[in-house]
């Protein structure tokens, strides 16, 4: 998983991608993410929001209606790609 211009993908994100947890459909949606995020974060599908409370300087993009993509913003424009998840779970 490279070849993206302003994604630090983390090792905590692979496992999570990696996870059984998650179907051939939800890491397809998730790596559509990504691109999409890659190339324009204000993309209307990906829903980019700032979390909050003990999630607070995080960031969630939805890959599906289901599946959500958080990420940490560094100096010069790259995200860190925190986890990837069913919306609710941790």
């Known amino acids: 998983m490279s070849g993206y211009r302003t994604l630090d993908i983390t090792a905590t994100f692979l496992e999570a991608f990696a996870s059984r947890d998650l179907s051939a459909s939800d890491r397809a949606a998730i790596l559509k993410a990504l691109r999409l995020l890659d190339e324009n974060e204000r993309h209307s599908s990906l829903r980019v929001h ?3 409370g003990d ?3 995080s960031w969630s993009v939805s890959a599906s209606d289901v599946i959500r993509v958080t990420f940490e913003r560094l ?6 790609m925190l ?3 069913r919306h609710y779970d941790r």
């Open 50 to 52: 700032q979390l909050h």
């Open 55 to 57: 999630r607070e300087g």
């Open 75 to 80: 100096p010069g424009g790259t995200k860190r």
């Open 83 to 85: 986890t990837c998840s």
